[in-house]
């Protein structure tokens, strides 16, 4: 392996472009090899034999943009704990004491919107604090 | 080795690599159609070739024959894009994981991995968290209703049973105090007393382990917690509108991923490759990648057990289940293993 340190992530570059090389192969195989006699109802929406009613840029449920908020908290969360677990063994107690300060605050704040109920996903038992 | 050499040898390892990988997607389609057929008391494949060993290929030959339709009401760029992007980051997402020791071929001296690089791990974890593009992009691109509800349930699924997926692997990271796979597995090495081999699984991360299976069972959309493509409600969920090759490529990418999973978890929990090594040189050196394709294929049965076996999550007991159960658990599991190795160094 040579030395320079950016060339250990050579590789890597090139299985992601032998992967996408292969991905566009498949797709243009397919469109090339494959027979295509469209109908209007092979080209309509599937709605399990339904007529379609109006198409699907319609709202959705609030709770989805929750889930991704949440999600990008604690993935950062999680994220700095993770060069803190591969350094514990030098940092011993010390380190030990300040990620339980660290993750204190964070559980404080997962403990704040389990109580106002952004975990419960519909249903009756939801009443109390709904956001 | 200079740089010439090493590109060579990189690109016949990724194209190995791929080769194998594919095959092994393929495989496990007709494992996992033969291993429910006689759960459920049915023969599964059995026509084409030896006990249907060639149904992998005919299925592929039929995919690509299939009428590749694009419907008229969907987003083209990202409608095409999407199955594409699914398929390149799950082929992706093993570039760094190891399958066993350094070996040397003539002069050329090189691991059994396409590359180690001191974060290997964090590059997994990131290159499958890309993958929730191409559910997200294929459910909202189709511009049908099943597809959208699909690709939201799959992309909220994935994102909330991340946090416990990367919560629970901090465990071992402690242990091992290395993100290269190959460090975290060479931590592994050796027994305890004599005959408990020192897999991170018998060093306390008993916990960690299950919470991790359960939360890549979940990122992978595997049953139990199969809501995205629930055929009862959705039809299909998130590749409703998708034909031919573009819909088989979603398999191939959910097959490909759980393939990642089973590796991952192997050199994470169970001690990579190491075994018992016995027998001439040739065989001592054949060995490691054997007992760590045993592994990967333990947990891949174990996948297709679980499908055969267990009912579907209802969605609001998935998302309790994930946020309210299982990130607490993982939450104090890496506070305690924090605690035990700070005490101990």
């Known amino acids: 392996m040579p030395d320079n340190y950016f060339a250990r992530y050579l590789p890597i570059l090139i299985h992601f472009s032998l992967a996408a090389l292969l991905a566009t192969a498949i797709v243009l195989l397919s469109w090339i090899i494959g027979y295509r006699r469209p109908t209007r109802a092979k080209l309509s929406p599937y709605e399990c034999g339904m007529t379609p009613v109006g198409d699907a840029r319609q709202r959705f449920s609030v709770k989805f943009y929750l889930v991704a908020m949440l999600f990008i908290l604690f993935d950062v969360e999680a994220v700095f704990l993770y060069p803190w677990a591969v350094i514990l063994r030098d940092l011993k107690m010390f380190g030990f004491w300040e990620m339980l300060v660290y993750i204190g605050i964070v559980l404080v704040g997962f403990f704040y919107i389990w109580k106002k109920g952004v975990l419960d996903w519909g249903g009756a038992s939801t009443g109390r604090g709904e956001v | 080795m200079n740089l010439t050499t090493f590109i060579i040898v990189s690109v016949i390892k990724t194209v190995i690599a791929l080769f194998v990988l594919l095959t092994a997607v393929a495989y496990s389609v007709w494992l996992e159609r033969k291993v429910v057929g006689h759960i459920q008391n049915r023969w599964g494949p059995t026509r084409v070739g030896p006990f249907g060993l060639l149904q992998p290929l005919a299925d592929g030959a039929k995919f690509l024959f299939k009428e590749d339709l694009i419907p008229p009401h969907v987003y083209k760029p990202l409608y095409i894009a999407a199955p594409m992007l699914a398929v390149m980051f799950a082929l992706t997402s093993i570039s760094v994981i190891p399958i066993g020791n350094v070996v040397t071929i003539g002069n050329i001296k090189t691991p059994l991995q396409i590359t180690d ?149 192997s050199l994470l929990f169970l001690g990579g490759w190491h075994g018992p090594l016995f027998g001439p040189p040739l065989l001592q050196a054949i060995l490691p990648v054997f007992w760590f394709g045993l592994r990967v294929f333990m947990f891949l049965f174990i996948y297709i057990w679980v499908r055969g076996t267990l009912p579907r999550f209802r969605y609001d007991q998935l998302m309790a289940f994930g946020w309210k159960f299982l990130l607490p658990m993982a939450i104090a599991n890496l506070v305690i293993t924090a605690l035990i190795v700070a005490i101990r160094s």
């Open chain 2, 117 to 265: 690089v001191n974060i290997g791990l964090l590059i997994v974890l990131g290159i499958t968290s890309l993958g929730v593009y191409g559910v997200a992009l294929a459910g909202w691109s189709s511009n049908s209703k099943y597809s959208l509800l699909g690709g939201l349930r799959a992309s909220a699924q994935m994102v909330s049973y991340e946090i416990s997926l990367g919560l629970s692997l901090v465990g071992v990271l402690i242990l091992a105090g290395s993100f290269s796979l190959r460090a975290i597995v060479d931590a592994q090495a050796g027994t305890f007393w004599g005959f408990i081999p020192r897999w991170n699984i018998f060093q306390g991360q008993i916990i960690a382990f299950f919470i991790y299976l359960t939360a890549a069972y979940a990122e992978t959309n595997r049953v139990p917690f199969d809501l995205p493509e629930a055929e009862t409600e959705l039809v299909a969920g998130y590749h409703t509108e998708y034909s031919a090759m573009k819909f088989a490529m979603f398999f191939m990418a959910e097959y490909a991923n759980m393939i990642t999973v089973a590796c991952l978890a």
